[in-house]
């Protein structure tokens, strides 16, 4: 696997998080920018194979882009970056 590149592969577009992630986040005591930054340099995170796989293509051919990074056991945040690069959204899984 190729190392991780030290620029930002998209652009986010918008940056919004919901109540639910932030309060995560404030919990952990971790910075929302800890996981974008990793999001925006092609780290997926805790996905599958198939799921990475899927992020690769959609980089390439301008489709959605869905990270997911454990915070807490067992709560995860997700980000997701739409196909337009208009918005880039910190989130729960359960807000989904």
Known sequence: MN???TFPLFS???I??????LALLDKAQKSPWEFL???LRGDW?????????E???SLKHGFRLLSSYPVT??????II??????VTTLLLSSEY
Not at 16 to 21: L, N
Not at 73 to 78: F, R
């Open 55 to 57: 992020n690769e293509l």
């Open 81 to 86: 970056t739409e196909a337009d690069r208009s």
């Open 37 to 39: 930054s990793r999001h």
């Open 3 to 5: 190392p991780l590149p």
């Open 45 to 53: 995170g805790d996905l599958c194979q198939e799921d990475k796989a």
């Open 73 to 78: 056991d067992p709560e995860s945040l997700w």
């Open 16 to 21: 919004v998080a919901t109540p639910g992630a």
């Open 12 to 14: 986010p577009g918008r």
